[in-house]
Every structure is written in structure tokens, then in C-alpha cells.
């Protein structure tokens, strides 16, 4: 009626009396209402596909949820299409050449987001936007929960790339096709309403266009937009990496206390349950997943295993250099070895030898007793007896400097495989450092 009579029609619409009797917004309204249908796709010839213009604007990443692979984000929506009954003269309506209408009263396309997993709090927005030559307007922000496959082996320097998928349910491209409201470039550099606030950083939103088919005989259109992220990593940096550093400066700073002394056992000790303590702080900051470990918990664990191999390095030294009296004589290849060829190879420097070998006292007492008593019976009962006790006390003295000879020789060698295992122990450590830093620095700027 409203298109074999059009004239009819206004002229009907405009006898209204009361109080819409001039309301043109009421009047169109009206107009547009009458025999309309908006359970049937808008077009005058049904081989005509109706072509859907979409656009998306990232306005907050609220959640990332690495555990259960999901990411919530905050977007404005935009989309609109030609409605081929949505159509007046705007010189019939005072030159109204827009309206809102409610949207319950339009035809609207059943454009879906493939990876929706729940159902976010969204703004209800009931109404839409027509203008005089038939383009709808349909606006609206979206709260969208969708999975997205989360890579967190580089945390915290991880960058993710989470995809959007817009395509009809029902549809078919015959039907509904899809296109872009703006430029691919334009879209991708677009950042005018993002917050960029929060721990995500948006680098860019790129978009991908496709057509794909299910059995080979329907084919539906689809837009991709891939929403790229990166997380700042300056939080984790200062509460994870850090201390843990400060930590394992702390044990090679360690290294310089006496081998021979037992306070480098308790401060070795005291920085492996302060490092256990640290572990459990941080287990809940650390993202979780069922099928990988973030490499920053890889570094964790070997920073205690380092801490580990120090303490067990420490107590096998300590048990070297320690009780030295009971101690057997260094083998002569260890001796060969550790005294001789490491610290010419290794360039240690060796320790001052503190005792020095008994003297000749005992040869020259022995030299006494020969020369001037030659036998047993022209010695005196008094000097025989005097004689039995200082030869108890040559041997005693000898005993002694033979036990601190080999004593002196043990914590020589203690001190040179201290030094030894010390330059290994600081070699890994920072090799070890180099590797993950350069890693994160390429993460990073990449």
C-alpha cells in the first residue's frame, strides 16, 4: 500500500488530528510501520544480496584469563545496511532525512561472533538509526567474552593475538555478504578509544575478509578482525625479577666468606628458605595453563637449583677443610692436580703457607746423646730419664707437625677447588642471565 499509493498514504497519515496531528516524526513513523515486515530480508528482488558494512573500535581489555584461554574485551560496534522498505522523500516530512526507530521494529542481520563462549554484561541499546534512503545504523557497545588461544611461554614480555570472527549464522554470502565500513589501514591504526591504562597495551587491530564453505556447496562470508596485545611488563619486573635477582647476587657475594668458616652454611641456608618463601609469594602471580610453564617459571626453578648446587658446594668444601687432624695425606695426583696445575691454569693465587716444619732441635738432641754418652751405662740415672721424656716429647711435636702439615695441605686444597667451582658456579649464573635476557630484550622489541 505504502508503495502502489504512497500519496494516498500521506495523505491519510497526514489527517491525523489530536495531538500528533503535526508531529513528523510521528507521521514517518508511521509511514515506515505500515506493511512492513521485518521477518523477511529487505530487498525488492530477492536475488539481490544484502551487503552488511561492519567496523570495530577496541575500547578496554578488562580480562585476560590464561588458565581457561579466555579474553574479555570492551568494543564498539558499529554495522549498517541498505533496507529497500525503510525509504521516504525527505520533502514529504519536512525535510527529515533521519530517525530513529526501535530496533524490535526492523529487520536486523543475524551477524554473530564465532568465538563467544559466555555472555558479557552489554549495554542494551533499542534503537536504531534510518536514513531516507534506506541505510540502517545499528550502534552499539559490546562486553565480548570469547576464547582465544593464550601463549604465555614469554611472559611476562607475551604478546597475544586474539581473532574476532563476524560472520551470519543462517545466511549464506547469497544472501548476506560482509564488508568493511572503513579502510583496513585505517581500522588497524585506530586507537582514539582505547584506554591505555590497564597492564594490555593495543597494537594494532588487523582485519581479513574470507568466504568459506562447510560441505563444499554453501559458502558464508566472514570478517576476521585479529585484536593483537602486549602485555607491560614493568609490575612483574620490579615484584618478580628483581628480587629474585638481588637474591642470587646475595649468594655469589657469599663465595667471598672463609671456606673453613661455618657462617657461609647459614647465610647459604637462610637465602635458599628466603628464595622457598619468595616461590610461594609469587606461585599466585604466575599464569597458569594445562598444556605449558611460562619461561619465567623455568628461571625460577633453575635460580633454586643454582641455589642448591652452591649450598651442596659449600658443605662439601666445609667437610673438606674441617676436623683436618683426623684427615689422611692429600694422594699425590690430587695434590699434582689442585696445588700444581689449576692454579697455573686457572690463575688462582695460593695462599701463604702459615706453619712451618718442626725444626732440628730433636736431630741435634739425638747428636748430644751420641756424642757424649756413648754407651747406656755411663749415662747418669737422672739425664737417662730426662732423655725418655724429651724423646716422648720430639715425637709428640713431630706427630703434630706432621698432622698440621697435612692440614695445612687439605685447606689448600679446599681454598683452590673453592675458587674453581666458585668461577664455575659465576660462569653459569651469567651465562644463564645473558640467555634469558636476551631473549626477553628480543621479546620485547619485537
Same mark, same amino acid.
Given at each position: 500500500?505504502?508503495?502502489? !499509493?504512497?500519496n494516498?498514504l500521506l495523505?491519510k497519515?497526514?489527517?491525523?488530528?489530536?495531538?500528533?496531528? =503535526?508531529?513528523?516524526?510521528?507521521?514517518?513513523a508511521e509511514f515506515?510501520?505500515?506493511?512492513?515486515?521485518?521477518g523477511?530480508?529487505?530487498?525488492?528482488?530477492?536475488?539481490?544480496?544484502? =551487503?552488511?558494512?561492519?567496523?570495530?573500535?577496541?575500547?578496554?581489555?578488562? @580480562?585476560?584469563?590464561?588458565? &581457561?584461554?579466555?579474553?574479555?574485551?570492551?568494543?564498539?560496534?558499529?554495522?549498517?545496511?541498505?533496507?529497500?522498505?525503510?525509504?521516504?522523500?525527505?520533502q514529504?516530512?519536512?525535510?527529515?532525512?533521519?530517525?530513529?526507530?526501535?530496533?524490535a =521494529?526492523?529487520?536486523?542481520?543475524?551477524?554473530?561472533?564465532?568465538?563467544?563462549?559466555?555472555v558479557?554484561?552489554?549495554?542494551?541499546?533499542?534503537?536504531v538509526?534510518?536514513?531516507?534512503?534506506?541505510?540502517?545504523r @545499528?550502534?552499539?557497545p /559490546?562486553?565480548?567474552?570469547?576464547?582465544c588461544?593464550?601463549n604465555?611461554? @614469554?611472559?611476562?614480555?607475551?604478546?597475544?593475538?586474539c581473532?574476532l570472527?563476524? $560472520?551470519?549464522w543462517?545466511?549464506?554470502?547469497?544472501?548476506?555478504n560482509?564488508t568493511?565500513m572503513?579502510?583496513? #589501514?585505517?581500522?588497524?591504526?585506530?586507537?582514539?578509544?582505547?584506554?591505555n591504562?590497564?597492564?594490555?597495551?593495543?597494537?594494532?587491530?588487523?582485519?581479513?575478509y574470507?568466504n568459506?564453505?562447510?560441505?563444499?556447496?554453501?559458502y %558464508?562470508?566472514?570478517?576476521?578482525?585479529?585484536?593483537?596485545?602486549r602485555?607491560?611488563?614493568?609490575?612483574y619486573?620490579? @615484584?618478580l625479577l628483581? +628480587?629474585?635477582?638481588?637474591?642470587?647476587?646475595?649468594d655469589?657475594?657469599?663465595?667471598?666468606?672463609?671456606?673453613?668458616?661455618?657462617?657461609?652454611?647459614?647465610?647459604?641456608?637462610?637465602l635458599?628458605l628466603?628464595?622457598s618463601?619468595?616461590?610461594?609469594?609469587?606461585s599466585?602471580?604466575?599464569?597458569?595453563?594445562?598444556?605449558?610453564?611460562?619461561?619465567?617459571?623455568?628461571?625460577?626453578?633453575?635460580?633454586?637449583?643454582?641455589?642448591?648446587?652452591s649450598?651442596? #658446594?659449600?658443605?662439601?668444601?666445609v667437610?673438606?677443610? *674441617?676436623k683436618?687432624?683426623?684427615q689422611?695425606?692429600v694422594?699425590q695426583?690430587?695434590?699434582?692436580?689442585?696445588l700444581?696445575?689449576?692454579?697455573?691454569?686457572?690463575? /688462582?693465587?695460593?695462599? *701463604?703457607?702459615?706453619?712451618?716444619?718442626?725444626?732440628?732441635?730433636s736431630?741435634?738432641?739425638? =747428636? %748430644?746423646?751420641? &756424642?757424649?754418652?756413648?754407651?747406656?751405662?755411663?749415662? +747418669? +740415672?737422672?739425664?737417662?730419664? /730426662?732423655l $725418655?721424656?724429651?724423646?716422648?716429647?720430639?715425637?709428640?711435636?713431630?706427630?703434630?707437625d706432621k698432622?698440621?702439615e697435612?692440614a695445612?695441605?687439605?685447606? $689448600?686444597?679446599?681454598?683452590?677447588?673453592?675458587?674453581?667451582? !666458585?668461577r664455575?658456579y659465576?660462569?653459569?649464573?651469567?651465562?644463564?642471565?645473558?640467555?634469558?635476557?636476551?631473549?626477553?630484550?628480543?621479546?620485547?622489541a619485537?
Amino acid at each position: 500500500l505504502r508503495l502502489v !499509493f504512497p500519496n494516498v498514504l500521506l495523505a491519510k497519515l497526514g489527517s491525523s488530528t489530536g495531538r500528533f496531528a =503535526n508531529a513528523t516524526l510521528v507521521r514517518l513513523a508511521e509511514f515506515l510501520s505500515v506493511g512492513y515486515k521485518k521477518g523477511v530480508r529487505p530487498v525488492k528482488d530477492w536475488n539481490t544480496p544484502t =551487503n552488511v558494512e561492519i567496523d570495530l573500535m577496541v575500547y578496554s581489555i578488562l @580480562n585476560v584469563d590464561e588458565k &581457561n584461554q579466555v579474553l574479555t574485551t570492551y568494543v564498539w560496534y558499529r554495522q549498517s545496511w541498505k533496507d529497500e522498505f525503510l525509504v521516504w522523500d525527505s520533502q514529504d516530512f519536512d525535510g527529515v532525512k533521519k530517525i530513529s526507530i526501535p530496533t524490535a =521494529n526492523v529487520w536486523v542481520p543475524d551477524i554473530l561472533i564465532n568465538e563467544f563462549v559466555d555472555v558479557g554484561k552489554s549495554p542494551d541499546i533499542p534503537y536504531v538509526y534510518v536514513t531516507d534512503d534506506g541505510v540502517v545504523r @545499528n550502534y552499539k557497545p /559490546i562486553q565480548v567474552v570469547t576464547a582465544c588461544t593464550l601463549n604465555i611461554y @614469554n611472559f611476562p614480555f607475551d604478546v597475544q593475538n586474539c581473532s574476532l570472527t563476524f $560472520q551470519s549464522w543462517l545466511h549464506t554470502i547469497d544472501d548476506i555478504n560482509i564488508t568493511l565500513m572503513r579502510e583496513p #589501514e585505517e581500522l588497524s591504526k585506530d586507537k582514539s578509544v582505547f584506554m591505555n591504562q590497564g597492564e594490555w597495551e593495543l597494537l594494532h587491530v588487523l582485519s581479513k575478509y574470507k568466504n568459506f564453505s562447510v560441505d563444499k556447496e554453501e559458502y %558464508y562470508a566472514e570478517m576476521k578482525f585479529h585484536v593483537v596485545i602486549r602485555r607491560r611488563p614493568l609490575f612483574y619486573t620490579v @615484584n618478580l625479577l628483581l +628480587p629474585s635477582i638481588f637474591l642470587m647476587v646475595m649468594d655469589i657475594v657469599g663465595f667471598y666468606l672463609p671456606p673453613d668458616s661455618g657462617e657461609r652454611v647459614s647465610f647459604k641456608i637462610t637465602l635458599l628458605l628466603g628464595y622457598s618463601v619468595f616461590l610461594i609469594i609469587v606461585s599466585d602471580t604466575l599464569p597458569a595453563t594445562a598444556i605449558g610453564t611460562p619461561l619465567i617459571g623455568v628461571y625460577f626453578v633453575v635460580c633454586m637449583a643454582l641455589l642448591v648446587i652452591s649450598l651442596t #658446594e659449600t658443605v662439601l668444601i666445609v667437610r673438606l677443610v *674441617h676436623k683436618q687432624d683426623l684427615q689422611p695425606p692429600v694422594p699425590q695426583w690430587l695434590k699434582y692436580l689442585v696445588l700444581e696445575r689449576a692454579p697455573v691454569l686457572f690463575c /688462582i693465587h695460593k695462599k *701463604h703457607r702459615l706453619c712451618s716444619r718442626l725444626s732440628s732441635q730433636s736431630t741435634d738432641m739425638e =747428636n %748430644y746423646k751420641e &756424642n757424649n754418652y756413648g754407651t747406656k751405662d755411663n749415662v +747418669p +740415672p737422672l739425664m737417662d730419664n /730426662i732423655l $725418655q721424656e724429651v724423646t716422648t716429647i720430639r715425637h709428640f711435636l713431630e706427630k703434630r707437625d706432621k698432622c698440621r702439615e697435612i692440614a695445612k695441605e687439605w685447606l $689448600q686444597v679446599g681454598y683452590v677447588l673453592d675458587v674453581l667451582l !666458585f668461577r664455575v658456579y659465576l660462569v653459569a649464573v651469567v651465562a644463564y642471565s645473558i640467555t634469558l635476557g636476551t631473549l626477553w630484550s628480543v621479546w620485547q622489541a619485537a
